[in-house]
Nanobody
Framework: QVQLVESGGGLVQPGGSLRLSCAAS????????MGWYRQAPGKQREWVAH???????NYAASAKGRFTISRDNTKNTLYLQMNSLKPEDTAVYYC?????????WGQGTQVTVSS
């Protein structure tokens, strides 16, 4: 069993930066593919980025060049560094842990980009 707790969300002006964190409890964190997803009001949840156990990272087109996903396996923590934020990045951001048949989600953290 893995529990995920996101933090780091908040209100930021357009062009600003935020770093989200996702702290995982339970064993085997380093073996999981970890991902960030987001859901804006009235829209479906969408994939933002993920990083595998081998540290291969992939990004949605909307995130590429502005967001960086990383993980610290010694701290069981996943990060998302978000730069050059836009109003359309406003959403609840969720982290996800996947491995074989296991699939866990956090409760989400709100990111609001507004002047």
């Amino acid at each position: 069993q893995v529990q995920l707790v996101e933090s780091g969300g908040g209100l930021v002006q357009p062009g600003g930066s935020l770093r989200l964190s996702c702290a995982a409890s339970g064993s085997g964190f380093s073996l999981y593919t970890m991902g960030w997803y987001r859901q804006a009001p009235g829209k479906q949840r969408e994939w933002v980025a993920h990083i595998t156990s081998l540290l291969d990272a992939n990004y949605a087109a909307s995130a590429k060049g502005r967001f960086t996903i990383s993980r610290d396996n010694t701290k069981n923590t996943l990060y998302l560094q978000m730069n050059s934020l836009k109003p359309e990045d406003t959403a609840v951001y969720y982290c996800r842990a996947q491995r074989l048949r296991s699939d866990y989600w956090g409760q989400g953290t709100q990111v609001t980009v507004s002047s």
